[in-house]
């Protein structure tokens, strides 16, 4: 399946899909988009809540692991989760780019966090995926859906694909 590389986030004038001159595009959380960027709101409201998640992926794009996984990644990503319905609503899976986590032997490293606020699983949170850059669209496919369905990453994916965190009692 061709995927779009859409970066509908973005907010740099020179995103890779602006909107154009009489063009009129709403962003996620509902706003007119302004012309030239991909997702900057019209009407600029300093107080509007942000958007709900129930799971935030943090994915590092600083330099080892951004040169590890193929280019837009997170856009990649986020076209994906569009696809399969994730990208609004209660079970919303928000993806961000990091700096590096100073575990670069892992690369390409994504901390998993649920928003426990709200409707989370509290078992998903703090749980750390290596080497995704090698993950086909099938796996993160697979981990969406186990997300969104609240099941435990570690009940369900092998233990290689989990970074060992040290923990004190
Ligand atoms: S560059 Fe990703 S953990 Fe260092």
Redesign the pocket.
Known sequence: MASSLTNSHASSQYGENPVKKGEIRHNEMGSEVVEGYTCKPKDYDPNKAIMHYKTLLLL?D?????KAGKDNRAAHLREMIKEMGLSKGKNRIKISRTG?????R????CQVTENTQANGNPKNNAIWLKHTHQFKDEQWREIFKLLSEDETLKDVLDEENFIAMKVYE
């Open positions: 590092c600083d330099e080892r692991c951004g590096c986590y100073g575990a670069c892992y690369r390409q490293v």
